[in-house]
């Protein structure tokens, strides 16, 4: 069934919808555990703000709060502010970069900071294509992602050069973590299921993905289509499930797309990830 996950970006100042109330930790089997957080399914920093409440103790709060950390600074970091995705601190109205300008005295061209409005900033989405989960095909474990991965690009201009010319370019970025992305599609996947199917009815297959305790065989469950897709204009994120039937059970999957209204000049839209959450009987 498919999930929209607020519509609009003005989607009345993001009223969220809170699901069943769990109880216990979601992530981990000790069913003591306690104090327990609210649990958001698409993290909050993504525009994300349906939520799971009394879902996450604190040992894992604070290792799916490093995932979402990860994804919001690392992976989607400016355009969060361009989507006007929520945040719980101050919305920046502008940020910084640093241009050439060209000095009275010497003429040369020298690196000077300055701040200009979020929306005139220059800045650059990239996602990744993973390989089709392994699972899908009934291919064996692979142990890790490839380090050649292709990846999507968006290039904002914005018009800061306009006013300097040219500019520097963007900050570096570490390398991508693959695993550590796939860990929050992971997260989002098992915290949507949960959601629409509850807890206890399941053989569910990621959370010792989520927590760091698996660290081989991610693209045995966690990839992408190998299709382009165009946009989805009414939709921020997407979540569907589908079942694929075996011989002896059934496995249930997450199609996952964050941002899925970005629109490029080619219409290609933001990749659709594919996670294998649990197996359920077929009876």
Known sequence: MPMLMNPSPDNELYQARSFLRIGHCIYCPNMDRKPLSDEHIVPYSLGGVDILRAASCTDCSKITSYLEGYCGRFVFNEYRYIAGSPSYRQRPSTLPIHVWRQAKASKLYLPHPISIPVEDYPHELSLPHLPLPG?????????????????????????????????????????????????????????????????????????????????????????????????????????????????????????????????????????????????????
């Open 135 to 283: 699972i899908i095909n009934d291919l064996p474990p692979q142990a890790s992602y490839s380090r050649s991965m292709q990846m999507s690009r968006w290039k904002f201009p914005g018009r800061v050069g306009e006013m300097y010319t040219p500019i520097t370019p963007g900050p570096f970025r570490n390398e991508f973590k693959a695993d550590v992305f796939a860990r929050e599609l992971a997260k989002i996947a098992h915290s949507a299921a949960v959601a629409t199917h509850g807890l206890s009815k399941l053989n569910w297959l990621l959370p010792d993905i989520i927590l760091g305790k698996q660290k081989d065989h991610l693209p045995y469950l966690i990839g992408s289509d190998q299709i382009a897709y165009r946009p989805s204009p009414n939709a921020l994120h997407q979540i569907i499930f589908w079942l694929k039937r075996r011989k002896d059970d059934g496995l249930v999957v997450a199609q996952i797309r964050l941002y899925a209204n970005l629109q490029s000049t080619n219409n290609i839209g933001t990749p659709i990830y594919v996670v294998a959450v649990a197996t359920a009987p077929l009876s």
